[in-house]
């Protein structure tokens, strides 16, 4: 009976699953016909169609015109961002399946849904690499927080591909923790689609898999991204140099992206100084940090990825808020060793945590939001979450390091 019943609930599971996804990919089409915008994605989907159906290079003059000219209706003025595609060639391998949908309205809807559909991957496989197996109506509310959270609908709005990057990132490390080196290799050499958000994990993975003497993951990783730059340069022999020309360009039509930008914007006296301190200090934290990881388990490499995940954001390389849902592993990190460790009251304490993030983000987004052409957040929401985190790191440090010792403390509260 039981051999009966199993095949027809996998399929009503299957069917439930693909309408929810085909309601959820309509709502999105809907939006985005109402809310014009997804400009992350408008540049990249641009790039990649160009690219694809007429041989343009996303780099050229050509393309970043045709870009403007459909965002803003006509070129950008100065002091308006140019939209320039700015991502390694490669990366057209994650557009190139939307970018040959002709009705942009409908790329970005189904785009927002494979980005949604990304946020519970990762809160998922972040649960996986802790180990952590929240209670049922915990788990559906790390879900929901995952979508609704600021960190995780920003870049879905705006369509940045930071969240497949962070999906990568979490996948790399759980494959790393199975001693699958091969593809924790490949995942690796693939988030590098964004390199400001993977610019110190990667030293990190080798460094720790050179002490480990893990040499296949290096292979594995060297081997790919060579692959990935060799197979595009040969399309585009000189992609690298016209990217390289977008990203110095850059920092010329954006908001401040770094601490110290951000700091001589508020306060032009003193501001560079403060930022560079900032920077010398969380470089010495991280030496220090790595050095001690070195030959040590994987818990303890986890634990300081997931700070060097958060440090990435503040130590002076150029970054946004749409790529602060690297972080998330971070925050699961936290919050399961607070659910592990005060049991009773765990669940309550890991709900404080969640809406206390939830709102507060939203709210210092509400209150500090500017308008021009277009909203804009306020560098404020650069600092309350990273900061957060590096404070909650270290406060749960010995457990999430010492997963043995935490057990045998569980084992005595039980008893008590």
């Known amino acids: 009976m039981r051999d009966k019943r199993s095949p027809i609930l996998v399929y009503i599971v299957t069917v439930l699953f693909v309408v929810t996804l085909i309601g959820i990919s309509w709502s999105n089409y809907r939006f985005a016909l109402q809310n014009p915008g997804g400009n992350d994605f408008l540049s990249r989907w641009v790039g990649a169609r160009y690219f694809l159906l007429n041989g343009w290079s996303p780099y050229s003059e050509q393309t970043s015109e045709m870009i403007q000219n459909i965002a803003y209706g006509e070129l950008a003025d100065e002091g308006r961002d140019k939209m320039l595609f700015a991502y390694p060639f490669y990366s057209i391998l994650l557009f190139a399946p939307f970018s040959l949908i002709g009705n942009y309205a409908l790329a970005r809807g189904l785009w927002m849904t494979a980005l949604q559909t990304a946020l519970v991957l990762i809160a998922w496989l972040s649960l996986s690499a802790t180990k952590w197996r929240p209670s049922k109506w915990l788990l559906i509310v790390i879900f929901i927080f995952s979508i609704f959270w600021y960190h995780g609908l920003r870049p879905t709005i705006n369509g940045n591909a930071s969240i497949f990057v962070a999906l990568f990132i979490i996948l790399a490390l759980i494959s790393i923790r199975n001693e699958k080196d091969v593809a924790g290799g490949i995942w690796l050499a693939l988030s590098t689609i964004k390199p400001q958000m993977v610019a110190l994990i990667i030293p990190l993975a080798i460094v720790w898999s050179i002490s480990k003497r893990r040499w296949l993951f290096m292979i594995s990783f060297f081997s790919s991204l060579g692959l990935l730059l060799a197979a595009f340069s040969a399309l ?108 009773r009251h765990g669940g309550w304490l890991v709900v404080l945590n969640l809406l206390g993030l939830f709102v507060g983000l939203w709210l210092i987004f509400l209150l500090t939001l500017q308008y021009r052409d277009q909203p804009i957040q306020n560098s404020i929401l650069f600092f309350p979450l990273p900061v957060y985190l590096i404070i909650a790191l270290y406060w749960v440090r010995w457990w999430a390091i010492r997963p043995p010792r935490l057990l045998i403390d569980e084992l005595r509260s039980l008893r008590e």
């Not at 200090?281 to 040590?296: A, D, F, P, R, T």
């Open 236 to 343: 585009i022999p000189e992609w690298v140099i016209q990217n390289l020309h977008q990203i110095l360009a850059y920092p010329g039509y954006t908001l401040p992206g770094t601490p110290g930008e951000i700091f001589a914007e508020w306060m032009p006296g003193i501001g560079k100084r403060l930022g560079w301190l900032v920077t010398i200090s969380l470089i010495l934290v991280l030496i220090l940090e790595w050095w001690s990881v070195i030959n040590q388990d994987y818990y303890g490499f986890f634990w300081t990825a997931c700070l060097t995940l958060v440090v990435t954001n503040l130590i002076g390389i150029r970054t946004a808020t749409e790529n602060y849902i690297a972080m998330f592993p971070a925050l699961i990190l936290v919050l399961s060793v607070i659910d592990k460790r005060w049991r």
